[in-house]
């Protein structure tokens, strides 16, 4: 009874259909233009299989011999009835470029380009081969790397492919398809000019800039009270970036790695509020800035820290991590939250640094007797555990390039950017950033957030860790320090990046002249979103082809509707 009423439906369906007026178009079809190619293929392409569900219906209703309505059907296909090489060779012949071998490729090959195809040809540049350097290259200018993690299943089938090629060197057409067909919709965007910083290389020749301009300063001091992180050389500079869609770039000594010491403070802070929640973490914690140094003895008229950022605050928050297990157990917990945050890069542990930290550390435990005398902690908590804790936090190891992938884990809103793994609430990374703005940057929080005007966190062992909100994350690494405990180089760094490009929180974004936004193609455009809302395709490599003119608007939404 079910299978006969689904068929009536059906058919009543396909009737009503068939009686509407079709209007008269130039063209011989009587599909919207961007889709009477996926009339005539059918499932045959990639691009078929974009075709809205209630067409395929029609189209496989049309064929079923069953119907009364089968002549009906007949004629409604005789409006199609122009075959897709057709189309393609009349389309390269008024363009004036369809010379005969165009077209019998073509012809030959019965259906438009697939998204492989036009990639091959981008890459290829008119020739019928594509050597692997040349691809490699290719990417590493859109700011994606080989060894990002959403390109593994890529770069081992490329890798095992050209085991099994004559030179080991060359792809043709088929090898490159069959490479990066797994990961096709991230390497189209990326090709496309789809992420958030479009012209990648243009960007980056800033930042290299910046970073040479930053490199001749000489002024601070190495912190020397804790005697590990005296042992650093003053010389050592090095900044890390990573854009909201994994792109990466690094300039200088990104690979040495370093204690993130107060780095740590809102990250384990988000960890809190993550587990938690708001309300929980703020009952023991305040979130106004102290205008006091970050060791200082001192609490808010409540008798709770003035922020998680400072010493105290941290402390107390360190305290609310997994409250009924080991140190041991804690420990790991936080340790592989941040390894998902790094996207599973570096992240260390220095138990130099960490015996070097509790030996010297009357300052802290001073603080913590303080707090445990005030009732700060929560019931039951072991403030000698809790300090043991905190110093092996502090003592946990980066490198620049690692920390730049938390960081922008930050700015994209606690998903790792370079995994796809979300790690953190949105509301553990707006409170996060918050704080870090009112209170990241010691005494020097209030000029940085005048200046800067972007959520950031610096450390005694020279990093600084700074999020430019939905964009990217940066971290800035050198040891020598300013008189307020803060990067020299970094501080500097910070400010010609914001007086160099519109990433101040409260630059305008519409009306601006002195400013670069590299969010925008060329720096000088409006910024465009990835939504699949915009009716024409940009002005990209791929467009330069004759043929993808034919094919445009259908693969810039095949594109945008993929996951």
């Known amino acids: 009874m079910l299978h006969f009423r689904s068929s009536t439906v059906l058919k009543e369906l396909f009737e009503a259909t068939l009686k509407r007026p079709f209007p008269v178009y130039r063209e011989k079809t009587w599909l919207p233009t961007g889709s009477r190619c996926f ?7 990639v691009d078929a299989r974009a075709t809205s569900a209630p067409l395929k219906l029609l189209n496989a209703a049309a064929h079923r011999p069953a119907l009364r309505t089968a002549p009906r059907a007949a004629s409604l296909r005789s409006y199609c009835v122009k075959t897709e090489a057709e189309e393609v060779e009349e389309q390269l012949k008024k363009d004036g470029a369809g010379g005969e071998a165009d077209s019998d490729k073509r012809r030959n090959a019965g259906i438009l380009p697939s998204l492989e195809d036009l990639l091959f040809y981008t890459v290829a540049e008119g020739q019928e081969t594509i050597p692997a350097h040349k691809f490699l290259t290719a990417l590493k200018a859109t700011g994606l790397r080989s060894g990002d993690p959403r390109l593994k299943e890529c770069m081992e089938t490329l890798k095992e492919t050209l085991k099994k090629t004559s030179d080991g060197v060359t792809l043709d057409r088929h090898l490159f398809k069959k490479c990066v067909q797994s990961n096709i919709v991230l390497l189209t965007q990326a090709f496309r000019k789809k992420f958030v910083i479009p012209d990648f290389q243009s960007f980056t020749s800033h930042i290299d800039e910046l970073y040479e301009n930053a490199k001749n300063l000489t002024g601070g001091q190495v912190a020397d009270y804790i005697p590990q992180l005296a042992k650093f050389s003053p010389d050592l500079w090095a900044v890390s970036l990573c854009t909201v869609d994994g792109q990466r770039h690094t300039v200088g000594d990104t690979k040495v790695p370093f204690c993130m010491q107060s780095c740590v403070k809102p990250l384990k802070y988000a960890v809190a509020v993550h587990d938690h929640s708001t309300e929980y973490v703020h009952s023991f914690i305040g979130k106004e800035p102290s205008g006091l140094r970050f060791n200082k003895l001192f609490l808010n008229e409540d008798d709770k820290p003035h922020n998680p950022m400072v010493n105290a605050g941290a402390i107390v928050c360190t305290s ?46 001073a603080i913590g007797y303080y707090l445990k005398e005030k009732k700060c902690f929560p019931e039951g908590t072991d403030m000698t555990s809790v300090l043991d804790l905190y110093f092996q936090l502090c003592s946990i190891e980066v490198t620049c390039e690692s920390a730049s992938v938390m960081a922008a884990t930050l700015a994209n809103g606690g998903i790792c950017p370079i995994t796809g793994e979300r790690v953190l609430s949105p509301e553990a990374v707006r409170n996060t950033l918050s704080l870090m703005h009112s209170c990241g940057m010691y005494d020097f929080s209030g000029q940085f957030a005048f200046h800067v005007g972007l959520p950031a966190k610096s450390g005694v062992s020279g990093g600084i860790l700074l999020v430019v909100p939905n964009v990217m994350g940066i971290v800035c690494w050198s040891p020598p320090l300013d008189k307020l405990g803060n990067s020299v180089r970094g501080i500097q760094f910070c400010t010609d990046l914001v007086e160099l490009f519109n990433f101040h929180n409260y630059d305008n974004l519409r009306h601006f002249a002195k400013k ?48």
């Open 39 to 45: 009339c005539c293929l059918g499932a045959t392409s």
């Open 320 to 365: 609310l991590i997994k409250q009924s297990v080991s140190n041991a157990e804690k420990f790991d917990y936080v340790m592989n939250f941040l390894k998902k945050m790094a996207g599973n890069e570096y992240v260390g542990f220095s138990n130099a640094t960490f015996q070097s930290e509790r030996e010297s550390g009357d300052r802290n435990f």
């Open 516 to 563: 670069h936004d590299p969010r925008r193609e060329g720096g000088d455009q409006r910024v465009r979103t990835n939504a699949a809302s915009s009716g024409s395709c940009d002005s990209t490599p791929l467009q330069q082809l004759p043929v993808v003119s034919a094919v445009c608007t259908d693969l810039h939404n095949c594109t945008h509707s993929s996951p």
